[in-house]
């Protein structure tokens, strides 16, 4: 009998993959630790958890979510696939390359759900701290069941942490900020186009959330929308409506002044700033202190804290590859846990975190970006019998998309991509995602009865 215990923060889709894992080798009849998964919210699936709720939840915690409605894939799907359960394993038809938030999050659960994961995860429980004893090799979990506003803790032998990292706002300072007269909020607050309709926008910053934000806002009938950019712009063709400026320097009232020397009057500014890395339930020893980039420091093989290789951090990664990295990621820790897996002296581990830092230093391109974390993923499918896939093709899509992209912002959510994992070539929505406003699973599966409405109409 395995008499380990493994104790796990978070069941997003990294919190999952680790359950998935494990699983998978209980499938095989290997008799497998126990396991406890804890997760503040009330369902698994981390980001793609939808809340109407911004700032503290229900018993008082920092809500998690930065998600929003009418949010849809920002990347093809191809290239997120798990390579144990394809998207037509699930949907049982071929859908399109750009599902909205629902839709995958009723993909990730349908691979959870075929498993007994969820028995093993204690929802509405927040971990608060984390102690480690170098004489027993033991974690103590000192948690908060929230709904019976009870404090107990817990021993473990390995933690992982799969908290996420989208989820505390980095909020920067502009000067004249307190006197803007309107609605100031970051990313993490968003909860969807609708109260911006007609209003002139600013956006600050010129990354994922900056981009996303600033189309929908566009497509859902804001008046203007303005990004302004630290270092560099996004620089591809937008429609009228929409542009980009430099960082801006000062508010007056709600007259913003960028370093150009142009001004502007806005009736709502949005921080797409970005997030901070923050796990306040752990010391200063064990913590993760990074930027987001693709390669954190002191994570060996990206998960496995360097001085406490017995801490595994999952998904803590700038993000191209999403949830088949964190099961590449999953699967490397199960075997590292279950002893099938040795990890080289401590020293080593650090020239091995070089060699890739050293790279990422020296990335410059999306496709440069792209190249490095296909070959850290395939690093990662070396280390365990995670099932192999195309990681090469899938490069090749993410390179296409990156093109999809410059070419025309709104319309790059229409392109399809063929499975790496099935060989099956994505439909075509029948709607175009500019004139699609519904972002619900119904409208989005049910397409022969919207088809004939059409026709009708
Ligand atoms: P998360 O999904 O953040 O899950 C972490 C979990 O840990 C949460 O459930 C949280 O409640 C829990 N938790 C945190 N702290 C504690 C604690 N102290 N105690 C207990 N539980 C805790 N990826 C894509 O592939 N495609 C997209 O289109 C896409 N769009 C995105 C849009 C936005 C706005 C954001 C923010 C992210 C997007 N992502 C997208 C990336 C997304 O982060 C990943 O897809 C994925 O959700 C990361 O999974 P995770 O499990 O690592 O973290
Ligand atoms: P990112 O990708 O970390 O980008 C943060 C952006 O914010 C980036 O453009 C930064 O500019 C900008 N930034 C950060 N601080 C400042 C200040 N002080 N002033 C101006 N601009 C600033 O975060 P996102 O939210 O876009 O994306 C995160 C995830 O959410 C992503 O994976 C998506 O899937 C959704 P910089 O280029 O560093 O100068």
Not at 239 to 248: D, R
Request: glycine share 6%; hydrophobic share 30%.
């Amino acid at each position: 009998m395995n008499n380990k215990r493994i104790g796990i923060i978070g069941s997003g889709p990294s919190g999952l993959a680790q359950l998935r894992a494990f699983e998978a080798l209980k499938d095989k009849g290997v008799d497998v630790p126990e396991i406890v998964c804890f997760e503040k919210q009330s369902n698994w699936g981390g980001m793609w958890n939808y809340t109407w709720r911004t700032g503290v939840g229900k018993y008082g915690e920092p809500i998690h979510g930065s998600m929003y409605k009418y949010l849809w894939s920002n990347g093809p799907k191809e290239c997120l696939e798990f390579s144990d359960y394809s998207f037509d394993e699930h949907f049982e038809k071929p859908i399109s390359s750009y599902p909205p938030r629902p839709v995958l999050f009723d993909y990730i659960q349908g691979r959870i759900k075929k498993s007994k994961a969820r028995d093993y995860i204690r929802f509405d429980t927040t971990a608060r701290w984390v102690e480690y004893n170098e004489e027993t090799k033991k974690f103590t979990v000192h948690l908060d069941d929230l709904k019976i506003d009870k404090t107990y803790s817990e021993e473990f032998d390995y933690l992982v942490v799969a908290s996420g990292h989208f989820s505390t706002p980095n909020m920067p300072y502009f000067k004249g900020i307190e006197n803007f007269p309107g609605n100031v909020i970051h990313a993490h607050d968003f909860r969807g186009a609708d109260q911006f309709k007609d209003q002139n926008l600013l956006l600050i910053g010129s990354s994922y959330s900056a981009e996303d934000i600033g189309v929908q806002c566009y497509k859902h009938g804001a008046n203007s929308v303005t990004l302004s950019y630290r270092s560099n712009p996004i620089g591809v063709d937008w429609p009228e409506g929409i542009k980009e400026l430099p960082l801006l320097t000062h508010f007056e009232e709600d007259t913003a002044f960028f370093k150009d020397g142009t001004t502007e009057k806005y009736d709502a500014v949005i921080m797409c700033t970005g997030y901070q890395h923050k796990f306040p339930f752990l010391p200063d020893e064990l913590r993760l202190k990074t930027k987001n980039n693709l390669y954190p420091d002191q994570l060996y093989k990206g998960i496995f804290y360097n001085d406490l290789p017995e801490l595994i951090y999952l998904g803590m990664q700038d993000q191209y590859y999403t949830f088949n990295m964190f099961d590449t990621q999953a699967w490397a820790a199960r075997d590292y846990i279950m002893g099938k897996l040795d990890l080289p002296t401590k020293a080593e581990r650090r020239v091995d975190m070089d060699k890739w830092l050293e790279r990422n230093e020296a990335l410059e391109t999306g496709a440069d970006h792209v190249d490095f974390q296909t070959d850290y993923i395939k690093d990662l499918l070396s280390l365990s019998d995670y099932p192999d896939f195309n990681v090469d093709k899938v490069s090749e899509i993410f390179k296409q998309w990156l093109r999809d992209k410059e070419e025309n912002i709104l319309t790059y959510r229409d392109k399809t991509y063929k499975s790496v994992v099935t060989g099956t070539m994505a439909a075509d929505h029948h709607t175009d995602w500019m004139d699609e406003l519904d972002d619900s699973k119904e409208r989005y599966l049910f397409e022969e009865e919207v088809k004939e409405e059409e026709e009708f109409v």
